[in-house]
């Protein structure tokens, strides 16, 4: 394992909430300095002077990308969408399952596991536990109701893998379901629901810290019904969000920045097969998919995930709620991060810390990734390495 040296870049600590133009130091895949002058002996150097040196991204929702579908691709399909999120400035991502047969579920799940993604963190199951009148894309005829039998098909085998699990908390045995997902250790997330503010409240104060794609597929606020949104602006959880500007008005983005704070907002791109590839019909799952100008929809017109990539999530942000680069890279990197509880280790920039980094231009476009001090992707615009 080489060593590497990022010299004079403008490194982003949103842990502790500074720019700070310095030296970074990687030995063994670690971050061994912040600050040092670099050692005659690096192996590899990056000047960084005019560049940001940011978290590598975390992404908890990707159902796929360059044109490789999570639920039908075969093992080397993770690979070529990890290889497409690195060129993007994703570390690390969850390989997001959806609703579909028990079998389908467990199949593309034990797919995943045994891919060859080295940004792959884990997966995210986003079903078959959903409310029908808010299931979205899912399909209407894989929904069911909780029950041990069923959970144990869908997670058997793979229980350590599963990071992040979606589900309905108004659907029959929601209570029993939250245990199960808490016995395999992932966190437990509120989507692809029609809740009522009491009922969801009710799940926050059992724990529930996270909800799957705020204001996209839940139910909405009412002034005498707070509903599903309402509790989740009203309560000091994470929600996932994309910004892509096609599944969210910018005004609806910038009021979940002013309720929530860019502390508990995690951007997502939720993205598909579509994504990274031009307009066309694409699979997702069992269902076709309609691109076009970048929007995904079923042929009832459904929105059915995105072609976002995360660099522009954050450009978007940005734009959307004034906040400046520091909090906007915080949604990307120490948030979900520490939705997970892997701020230790990812999601930051600090001594000891695994060396996943983002090397970002003035336009924060990708210039560089980096995963364990090893440089995975760089920008064929870039002039010095």
């Not at 951007?267 to 699979?283: H, K, Q, S």
């Not at 890279?329 to 120490?334: A, F, G, K, N």
């Not at 001594?351 to 980094?357: C, T």
């Amino acid at each position: 394992m080489s060593n590497l040296t990022i010299e004079g870049g403008n490194v982003l600590f949103p842990k502790r909430g500074e720019i700070e133009q310095t030296n970074i130091t990687v030995k063994a895949g670690r971050i061994e300095s912040i600050g040092a002058e670099p050692a005659p002996e690096t192996d590899t150097r990056l000047v960084a002077e005019n560049h940001y040196v940011a978290p590598g991204f975390i992404d908890l929702q990707v159902n796929g990308a360059a044109g490789v579908d999570f639920l039908t691709c075969d093992a080397f399909g993770p690979g070529q969408v990890g290889e497409f999120l690195l060129s993007h400035g994703t570390t690390s991502f969850l390989g997001t399952i959806i609703t579909n047969p028990i079998e389908t579920m467990n199949d593309a799940i034990g797919t995943l596991t045994r891919s060859n993604a080295t940004n792959m963190l884990g997966l995210h199951v986003e079903g078959p536990f959903l409310s029908p009148e808010k299931r979205g894309t899912h399909n209407q005829s894989y929904l069911l109701e909780p029950d041990d039998d069923a959970f144990k098909a869908i997670t058997e085998g793979f229980e350590e893998e599963i990071k992040l699990f979606t589900f309905a908390p108004e659907v029959k045995r929601a209570e029993q379901l939250l245990k199960r997902i808490n016995t395999i250790g992932a966190v437990p997330s509120i989507g692809h629901s029609g809740a009522s503010y009491e009922e969801t409240i009710s799940f926050i104060d059992r724990g529930i810290s996270s909800f799957t794609h705020l204001f996209n597929g839940m139910k909405g606020f009412h002034h005498r019904e707070p509903g599903t949104v309402g509790a989740a602006l009203n309560s000091n959880t994470f929600a996932g969000l994309i910004a892509d500007g096609l599944h969210l008005s910018p005004g609806a983005v910038k009021l979940a920045d002013r309720a929530k704070g860019t502390g508990k907002i995690c951007l997502v791109t939720d993205a598909i097969a579509a994504a990274g590839m031009e307009d066309g019909r694409y699979i997702l799952g069992d269902q076709e998919i309609f691109v076009e100008e970048g929007l995904a929809r079923l042929d009832n017109g459904t929105i059915a995930g995105s072609t976002l990539t995360l660099e522009k999530a954050v450009k978007n942000y940005m734009e959307f709620t004034g906040v400046g680069l520091l909090d906007a890279i915080r949604t990307v990197t120490l948030n979900p991060a520490r939705l997970l509880s892997m701020e230790e280790e990812i999601g930051t920039i600090g001594e000891a810390s695994k060396a996943d980094l983002v090397v970002l231009d003035q336009s924060l476009d990708v210039k560089y990734t980096i995963i364990g001090g090893e440089v995975v992707y760089k920008s064929e615009n870039n002039s010095r390495a």
